[in-house]
């Protein structure tokens, strides 16, 4: 499947997702990591792979694998490599970046695909993006991270667990905040002036860069969070200060997020799960901070202002030149 190479290798799974795409960019632009092949694991999206490819130059090599969750007999595929290589020394997977299927059963089938990762292609480490609000034993990732923390207790594995807060690009890339401020100039939630520590995407690729091809083993798991605490009101007046129109803040029961969340098309379980963590940011519960990027990256982390600046052309009402 893949040409013979000596070079070992990193699976990133969702890798042409939010986060994943953003590691395949580190990992394919720093000088510092171009020994390694990278595996951009995905049911589609090849040719997001390819372009990648091309926009660097620098002696590494990204290619595209099919990966299914709910297919099985796509897990095989990562592996092929280290089975293609001549080498004395095979190339292999050192790292695996995991990131959850939408189902319900997701912790069930990252278990099950660690098991096959370790007994297939021998990988020893493994770094999960899990989030800030689930404990380890916790629901879904929450599981997960607990199988990883122990399997490490008993030496079988490398791991590390990034639990970032809420992104900053949500406000970029999902049509429910996109439409609204957009088309109304507003933003929903049922927050009230609770606080979170926003994060980039970029932060926690950057993160799971290190955790991924640190030499030492992390074996921690990581809360990774902005440099500055924002209520969604505080976010409505960055917004009108940089689009130079006022945004709001509306501030609505559970009862309504959830329906206005349905009639985006979110499942209605979903829905009340999503209201419910909105409950738990107006109690407080993301009222924090953490070093835990200047101090795993080396790199202070980005402020909501400076990706509002960066991308302001994605808020202007539709027809407006």
């Keep these: 499947m893949f040409a013979p190479t000596a070079q070992p290798a990193i699976l990133v799974l969702g890798g042409t997702g939010k986060v994943g795409s953003r590691i395949v960019r580190q990992l394919l632009s720093s000088p510092s990591h171009s020994d390694y092949t990278i595996l951009v694991a995905s049911r589609n999206g090849s040719s997001d792979s390819s372009n ?10 990204v290619q595209h694998v099919p990966f299914d969750w709910h297919n099985p007999d796509t897990w095989r595929n990562p592996f092929s490599l280290s089975t293609t290589t001549s080498t004395t020394t095979p190339a292999g997977i050192s790292a695996i970046y995991l ?74 890339d999902q049509p429910v905040h996109l439409k609204a401020i957009k ?15 926003w994060v980039s995407a970029d932060d926690i ?3 799971a860069v290190q955790a991924l091809t640190n030499p030492s083993p992390p ?44 009639s985006f098309g979110m499942p209605e379980d979903y829905a009340k799960m999503i209201s419910a963590m909105d409950l738990s940011i ?33 808020w202007e009402p539709s027809g407006r030149v």
């Excluded at 099950?112 to 800030?132: H, M, N, T």
């Excluded at 088309?183 to 520590?197: D, F, N, R, V």
């Design 183 to 197: 088309e109304e100039s507003a933003i929903y939630s049922a927050t009230g002036e609770g606080k979170i520590p």
């Design 282 to 314: 107006r109690a407080g519960a993301e009222n924090r901070t953490s070093d835990v990027v200047l101090r795993v990256t080396g790199e202070r982390p980005r402020k909501f202002r400076d990706l509002a600046e960066s991308v302001n052309e994605v």
């Design 99 to 172: 990131i959850a299927p939408p189902s319900l059963d997701a912790d069930v089938l990252m278990t099950k695909f660690i098991d096959f990762a370790r007994e297939r292609g021998g990988v020893r480490r493994f770094v999960l993006q899990s989030a800030s609000s689930i404990e380890a034993g916790g629901p879904a990732m929450g599981k997960v991270h607990a199988y990883l923390e122990g399997l490490g207790r008993e030496g079988e594995v490398e791991w590390a667990v990034l639990k970032p807060t809420w992104f900053q690009q949500n406000f970029v």
């Design 52 to 61: 990648l490819q091309q926009q660097h130059n620098n002696g590494a090599r």
């Design 205 to 207: 690729a950057a993160v």
């Design 219 to 262: 074996n921690t798991d990581y809360m990774v969070l902005g440099p500055e605490l924002l209520s969604y009101g505080e976010i409505a007046e960055i917004l009108t200060e940089v689009l130079g129109r006022r945004i709001v803040h509306v501030d609505l029961s559970a009862a309504e997020l959830e329906k206005r969340h349905q």
